[in-house]
């Protein structure tokens, strides 16, 4: 049986090298790191077959509240493990899914405040139909008339979430909320125009 | 119960097998939707959901246009129509390398409940292509936009399906579309959202995920009788939402210590306050850098992953 060395790693990220990493690879990683002090991720250059994978996420830092911004998948069951064991109390996703569905069972078993993208990032959109609107009616509203009418839909959501989610024992079920409160208006719209 | 969410996602991964984005939204809305309707009589037995999983129309075309050195480029647009009950599609564009019809599908599934929250008569949609905008000239964008009108333009409408910006797509880009969009159809609509303030655009537009997030977030709070005020936040991303977000949390009194990007995340212990965010957002949104160059700039912040 033949084994090999497939991953290094440094704090930027880890190298993959499905070929292994034989005795020429390594000395020119003693090169790299004892010599040139560089990156792992230089090793790709040198052997494209290799893939780099990069490093760190802001999720091992110690919070109160996490707000996942950039894209879909971005945190998983590790990550939330360690959110919630460093004291996070409310996960408001801005992306949308940035999530696993392994994070958001670790967010429900501690039962932290979580909500999820297609409730919490949806002033976005409905900024969007505040665009329509002034567009229809040719006029535009100032800052404060937008904002006040955006603090109120996102009030308005949060308790459409509230209404639809809430557990036998008071606590809230955001994810239920919203899928739920999300589905009964378009069901009852496309029950209403029949099978079209 | 089980077995009537399993059965239902046995029909929709026949279907849509090679797409585990739109299976992971799907899933997640069954497993409490199903429940919903099996206890509420008018909606059972009508296939609602069945219906609700399949895209109205899914159109996929060809984007080709010419890059700076005179190579013709080749890309795939899409426009996922996915639910029009309740008003016009309405969803963003996305310009990445990442995209694909599922990505699409479950942006454009989770679009349609998203919309419906919001109150307001939208349906949903989603849409855009595999360009990379990462690298590109302003004259290559603006030549990538217009081609990517040129056909998109007949496929949409102010009463019909009202795209918006999402990753890649910001008021450049959607400037460049709706000039496009203008000029085939001779008729100036609000068929895009997201536009300059100057024509047709709403104020608080650009800060509104943002803004909004954090409102939703300050509302989950007040159910416990807690605040943003005092609290530590830590923010992934760096483009719109991020900035945002980070601006109106800052705003009620918490301190948020990171911001991130493809290349890695920073910490900035004492706080990304409203001097930093502003250099943040010209280093993101004008000079297009990264935000490990933060540090550069503030030395007290650390950088964790790599930089190149």
């Not at chain 1, 497939?6 to 790191?33: E, N």
């Not at chain 2, 409490?32 to 509420?40: D, F």
């Not at chain 2, 109150?119 to 949609?125: A, C, D, F, R, V």
Request: proline share 3%.
């Amino acid at each position: 049986m033949q084994f090999f060395l497939v991953t290094l790693s440094d704090s930027s990220g880890y190298i993959l090298d499905k070929d292994g990493i034989d005795a020429d690879k390594l000395a020119y990683v003693m090169d790299l790191k004892n010599v040139k002090r560089g990156r792992i991720s230089e090793y790709v250059n040198k052997y494209p077959n290799a893939v780099f994978f990069k490093g760190e996420k802001p999720w091992v830092v110690a919070c109160d509240v996490a707000l996942p911004c950039a894209t879909q998948n971005e945190l998983n069951g590790e990550h939330a493990k360690q959110l919630v064991e460093n004291g996070c109390i409310c996960v408001a996703e801005g992306a949308n899914m940035p999530s696993t569905p392994e994070a958001i069972y670790e967010f429900q078993k501690a039962q932290i405040l979580f909500a999820p993208g297609k409730a919490s990032n949806a002033g976005g959109v409905a900024t969007s139909g505040l665009e329509m609107s002034q567009n229809s009616l040719r006029l535009s509203w100032t800052r404060e008339e937008v904002d006040e009418k955006l603090k109120q839909i996102m009030k308005d959501i949060h308790e459409s979430c509230v209404a639809y989610g809430k557990n036998e024992d008071g606590t809230v079920d955001y994810i239920k909320g919203a899928n739920i409160a999300g589905f009964v208006k378009v069901a009852d719209a496309m029950l209403a125009q029949g099978i079209v | 119960m089980e077995a009537k969410i399993n059965a239902f996602m046995d029909l929709v991964k026949q279907r849509n097998h090679h797409e585990p984005e739109f299976l992971q939204a799907v899933q997640e809305v069954a497993e409490t939707v199903i429940p919903y309707i099996v206890k509420n009589d008018i909606y059972h037995g009508k296939n609602i959901l069945l219906r609700m999983v399949e895209p109205e129309r899914l159109i996929s075309f060809r984007v080709s246009w010419v890059d700076d050195t005179g190579e013709i480029q080749v890309n795939r647009g899409y426009r996922v129509q996915m639910n029009s009950a309740i008003g016009p599609y309405k969803g963003g564009l996305r310009f990445h390398p990442t995209v694909n019809a599922s990505i699409l599908k479950f942006l454009a599934f989770e679009q349609v409940f998203k919309n419906s929250l919001t109150t307001l008569p939208m349906g949903g949609g989603k849409g855009g292509s595999d360009f990379d905008p990462k690298g590109k000239s302003d004259n290559e964008i603006m030549r990538f936009c217009h081609a990517f009108m040129s056909e998109l333009f007949r496929h949409i409408g102010h009463n019909t399906d009202v795209p918006a910006g999402d990753i890649g797509v910001g008021g450049r880009e959607i400037g460049f579309m709706f000039g496009m969009y203008k000029k085939l159809k001779n008729s100036f609509t609000g068929v895009l959202t997201g536009k300059g303030a100057s024509w047709g655009g709403s104020l608080i537009r650009p800060e509104a995920t943002g803004y909004g997030d954090v409102y939703f977030a300050e509302n989950m709070l007040q159910t416990k009788g807690d605040s943003f005020k005092g609290k530590t936040v830590v923010v992934s991303g760096s483009g719109n939402v991020a900035q945002y977000a980070t601006e109106k949390a800052t705003q009620l009194g918490a301190k948020v210590v990171t911001l991130s990007d493809s290349s890695g995340y920073i910490l900035d212990k004492d706080g990304i306050d409203a001097d930093k965010l502003a250099y943040v957002m010209d280093l993101k949104n004008v000079k297009r850098g990264r935000i490990s160059e933060y540090v550069n700039k503030y030395p007290n912040a650390v950088f964790f992953g790599n930089a190149f």
